[in-house]
């Protein structure tokens, strides 16, 4: 097995702010990545203050990025924008984290001066004007592109003043898109969600390939008639109340009151609350398993988040043989390169 002190099968390579001027980490350790769907992602590592490629110049916070390589398969990119360095007799080292480009939007604004409106509008093309247009601003590029708008809905919606990665968020409520920014800087809708149906082929069994596994089936967050309340006050104000009368005659009544003061659109409104209805109608059974990595017939590259593949785990008072959701893909690499790897996961 290769190891990270030598030739190593993932690559943790730094740029420069414009991405260029490369220079390869052979003796990071520690070396983590997180994916995540509709997610930034991150990427941290530690490397000894003393390696000659641990520069202040190399390590600059808002600026270095940092692209990670499961052999020639660019898995993750993002910029460094945590650097903790600390130092005692025994040693000195760095911790850094690289967050993806997605995050970035969190600190982009769309109607900061003006009010924008989109009438009668797609979805995915509503995302991809937002992006672009905060690209498009001084300093503003983050070398984001255009890729596959898949068709959602048709929206008609006016931002005033608000946080664009909150805005792409109630997208995904409004009209059931999800996104993706990938690892080479590409922006792709999906519709009506990202993935594929892998369970053929995609198996995790406990016993077998599942190394732990945790499972949780949480009643309290249950939510079966939802009152959304829009724009506006009193006789003005913007309400949708929706229900899911089977789950009630399974669970019985609870309510609840969402608030998107922000959402002046009926329709808007409306998919937003019956996105959340969807998501909380029933206990939802959530399940994280941790997996072998590279050592079992299922390798990282057979799935990534949004894919359906199937669990099985069967235990004297506990079995189960179901379908799930990845949402959450965790790697940590050993300095041997064994991957450890989490899936945070959904029942479909």
């Known amino acids: 097995m290769s190891n990270v002190y030598g030739k190593s099968n993932w690559i943790f390579e730094i740029r420069d702010q414009n991405g260029e001027n490369r220079v390869r980490l052979t003796a990071a350790n520690n070396r983590k990545v997180v994916r ?3 997610s930034a992602g991150q990427a941290s590592f530690t490397i000894d203050l003393n390696d000659e490629k641990a520069t202040q110049a190399n390590l600059r916070e808002g600026r270095s990025q940092l692209y ?3 052999g020639s398969t ?3 990119s993002g910029k460094i924008m945590i650097v903790e360095r600390t130092g005692d007799e025994a040693s000195q080292k760095a911790n850094v984290t690289a967050l ?3 995050w970035f939007f969190e600190k982009r604004i769309i109607g900061k001066t003006a009010d924008v409106t989109y009438t009668t509008t797609d979805a995915g093309a509503i995302a991809w004007g937002i992006i672009n247009t905060s690209q498009n601003k001084t300093y503003g590029s983050l070398g984001i592109t255009q890729g596959t708008i898949q068709t959602s809905q048709n929206l008609s919606l006016t931002y005033t003043r608000q946080k664009i990665r909150q805005a792409l968020d109630d997208l995904i409520s409004q009209a059931g898109i999800e996104f993706e920014i990938t690892p080479d800087k590409i922006f792709n809708v999906y519709y009506p969600k990202k993935g594929s149906d892998r369970t053929a082929t995609v198996k995790f069994k406990y016993p077998g390939n599942i190394k732990s596994w945790r499972s949780l089936s949480d009643g309290t967050t249950v939510i079966n008639d939802i009152l959304a309340l829009g724009q506006g006050t009193g006789a003005e104000e913007l309400t949708a109340d929706v ?3 089977g789950t009630k005659n399974v669970f019985g009544l609870f309510e609840d009151v969402a608030s998107f003061k922000d959402v002046d659109n009926q329709t808007a409104l409306t998919n937003m609350a019956n996105y959340f209805l969807s998501l909380r109608k029933a206990p939802r059974l959530t399940l994280d398993i941790e997996v072998h990595g590279n050592n079992e017939t299922v390798e990282i590259t057979d799935y990534v988040e949004g ?8 235990h004297t008072n506990y ?3 179901q379908d799930f959701r990845i949402f959450e893909i ?7 390169d064994k991957e450890t790897v989490r899936l945070v996961t959904a029942l479909v």
């Open 307 to 314: 894919d359906t593949v199937r669990i099985e785990i069967k």
């Open 319 to 321: 079995t189960l043989t």
């Open 243 to 245: 229900e899911d009368t």
């Open 68 to 70: 990670v390589y499961r």
């Open 330 to 336: 965790h790697v940590d690499i050993g300095d041997d």
């Open 74 to 76: 660019l898995y993750f």
């Open 100 to 102: 993806g480009w997605l």
């Open 36 to 38: 995540g769907l509709n």
